[in-house]
């Protein structure tokens, strides 16, 4: 059983940086690949970034790539998103997952996918 919690939401004008961090509980964190998905009002959940359990596998979806890193650090049980260049599309409740990993060099897109969930954390970008 992993418990996830986001922290670091908030406002944010437009062009400036926020980092999104998620706290798990835990004593194989280290085995688990983690993603970020948000949520806008009226749209579904997309994925946004993932890290495999390693540490050395990641992926974006196109429209934050070059903007948001994603990283964590296993000795500290959390996963980072830093989010540069925040954009009003980018508005949106945003969730950490965890998903047990097949090796250090998986990791997952889908939100169907994953195991378990944080309860998220709003990130407003005004224009």
């Known amino acids: 059983q992993v418990q996830l919690v986001e922290s670091g939401g908030g406002l944010v004008q437009a062009g400036g940086s926020l980092r999104l961090s998620c706290a798990a509980s835990g004593r194989t964190f280290s085995r688990y690949a983690m993603g970020w998905f948000r949520q806008a009002p009226g749209k579904e959940r997309e994925f946004v970034a993932t890290?495999?359990?390693?540490?050395?596998?990641?992926y974006y979806t196109g429209s934050v790539k070059g903007r948001f890193t994603i990283s964590r650090d296993n000795a500290k049980n959390t996963v980072y998103l830093q989010m540069n260049s925040l954009k009003p599309e980018d508005t949106a409740v945003y969730y950490c997952?965890?998903?047990?990993?097949?090796?250090?060099?998986?990791?997952?897109?889908?939100?169907?996918?994953?195991?378990?969930w944080g309860r998220g954390t709003q990130v407003t970008v005004s224009s």
């Open positions: 890290i495999s359990w390693s540490g050395g596998s990641t």
């Open positions: 997952a965890a998903k047990v990993a097949l090796s250090g060099s998986y990791y997952y897109t889908a939100d169907r996918e994953y195991d378990y």
